[in-house]
């Protein structure tokens, strides 16, 4: 069984930053495309950000040129850098991956991060 743990969310100002981390644990052979999600209350689930084992990269429009993916295969972490924020920014922010084991391929999700941008 493999697990993502997020960490990074909280609560900032309109316009701050913050670094979300989201590391996975398990037998892994190997990970494949990595992503971040939110998730805002009363909407669906939306992909933020996707990044390939090979760390190409591809974004929501609504976050284009203010989050950042990128990921550390050695350590199987992948990480989003969130700047500029805006209040339509506030979710449940979510990491998924998709991996290889002895058993297979398969996809987890992380537990979720809060992450609320008010003044």
């Known amino acids: 069984q493999v697990q993502l743990v997020e960490s990074g969310g909280g609560l900032v100002q309109p316009g701050g930053s913050l670094r979300l981390s989201c590391a996975a644990s398990g037998s892994i052979l190997k990970i494949d495309d990595m992503a971040w999600y939110r998730q805002a209350p009363g909407k669906e689930r939306e992909l933020v950000a996707i990044i390939t084992f090979g760390s190409s990269t591809n974004y929501a429009d609504s976050v284009k040129g203010r989050f950042t993916i990128t990921r550390d295969n050695a350590k199987n972490t992948i990480y989003l850098q969130l700047n500029s924020l805006k209040p339509e920014d506030t979710a449940v922010y979510y990491c998924?991956?998709?991996?290889?084991?002895?058993?297979?391929?398969?996809?987890?999700w992380g537990q979720g991060t809060q992450v609320t941008i008010s003044s």
């Open positions: 998924n991956a998709k991996y290889l084991t002895t058993r297979g391929w398969g996809y987890s």
